[in-house]
T-cell receptor, first 113, second 117 residues
Framework: DTGVSQDPRHKITKRGQNVTFRCDPI?????LYWYRQTLGQGPEFLTY????????KSRLLSDRFSAERPKGSFSTLEIQRTEQGDSAMYLC???????????FGDGTRLSIL | AQTVTQSQPEMSVQEAETVTLSCTYD???????LFWYKQPPSRQMILVIR??????QNATENRFSVNFQKAAKSFSLKISDSQLGDAAMYFC??????????????FGQGTRLTINP
């Protein structure tokens, strides 16, 4: 059990560019969550996967955001045409089913120039 | 929609002393979990303690304990014998136990805890 892994740890990009983040959950965890955390705030839910199915998306997830989880393993979160307001920490978490706690990765910090 | 409120943006305590962090929440559900997570600077979010709403007994994990008042919708965290390693941002979080749903976490704004040596 190596924990939830996120890559990259930091991403700096110019406004208007596309970025993609990766999350590798704890093996055998079938639930995967993405959250966004802005400076000084608590994380906010973005989207949820159960295996490969994306079952819920927050209203925070505009059409510039897309997430996938092919084969129910790792997940990617892509942001197209980045904006200043996208600057945040993007956190991934995973859990087993049946009311188990969520385990978080270190996050990817996105800075938009 | 559920909401979680942490009214203390910052708290400080002397090493070895006891500190209590406050959290209130709003929900119309009867079955849910409450959590306290710890987020050290530039490090990952770690689960500190959790409480099932149907349990009247307050959860305890070593130096960490909660005071769960379901009717008042209050869920405070008490840290006894504070240690320098306890310094972190602490988040209170709510999770619905509805079978159909993401069971996503709803977080409060956080309380930054400083430990004074």
């Amino acid at each position: 059990d190596t924990g939830v892994s996120q890559d990259p740890r930091h991403k700096i990009t110019k406004r208007g560019q596309n970025v993609t983040f990766r999350c590798d959950p704890i093996s055998e965890h079938n639930r995967l969550y993405w959250y966004r955390q802005t400076l000084g705030q608590g994380p906010e839910f973005l989207t949820y996967f159960q295996n490969e199915a994306q079952l819920e998306k927050s209203r925070l997830l505009s059409d510039r955001f897309s997430a996938e989880r092919p084969k129910g393993s790792f997940s990617t979160l892509e942001i197209q045409r980045t904006e200043q307001g996208d600057s945040a920490m993007y956190l991934c978490a995973s859990s087993l089913a049946n009311n188990q706690p969520q385990h978080f990765g270190d996050g990817t910090r996105l800075s938009i120039l | 929609a559920q909401t979680v409120t942490q009214s203390q943006p910052e708290m400080s305590v002397q090493e070895a002393e006891t500190v209590t962090l406050s959290c209130t929440y709003d929900t119309s559900e009867s079955d849910y979990y409450l959590f306290w997570y710890k987020q050290p600077p530039s490090r990952q979010m770690i689960l500190v303690i959790r409480q099932e709403a149907y349990k009247q007994q307050n959860a305890t994990e070593n130096r960490f304990s909660v005071n769960f008042q379901k009717a008042a919708k209050s869920f405070s965290l008490k840290i006894s014998d504070s240690q320098l390693g306890d310094a972190a941002m602490y988040f209170c979080a709510y999770r619905s136990e509805m079978i159909q749903g993401a069971q996503k976490l709803v977080f409060g704004q956080g309380t930054r805890l400083t430990i004074n040596p």
